[in-house]
Nanobody
């Protein structure tokens, strides 16, 4: 399974940015897909999960600002980010977990929130 994330870049505080992630290759039955992020010098953390049912869960720090969505037909997920803060600066990673619990990771895309 290959996961290709895109959409990162530099944005000013208060701005918006959208990330995309498409899965390709031998895609297993998907349990859920998610976005993680790793701020500079910190550990990777979960940002949002979207299950095959469409149910989404967010970390408290992004609730009301980020929206995760999913295109099941194209095995893709998206992360719409708004009201961005400097503390949202991180490398954002796409994650897919199979029905059997096997995780797959994308290469990451850098989001920098700075004036």
């Amino acid at each position: 399974v290959q996961l290709q994330a895109s959409g990162g870049g530099l944005v000013q505080p208060g701005g918006s940015l959208s990330l995309s992630c498409a899965a390709s290759g031998s895609i297993p039955i998907i349990n859920y897909m998610a976005w993680y992020r790793q701020p500079p010098g910190k550990q990777r953390e979960l940002v949002a999960i979207i299950r095959s049912s469409g149910t989404a869960t967010y970390v408290d720090s992004v609730k009301g600002r980020f929206t995760i969505s999913r295109d099941n037909a194209n095995n893709a997920i998206y992360l719409q980010m708004s009201s961005l803060k400097p503390e949202d600066t991180a490398v954002y990673y796409c994650n897919l977990v199979s029905d059997g619990g096997v995780p797959f990771w994308g290469q990451g895309t850098l989001v920098t929130v700075s004036s």
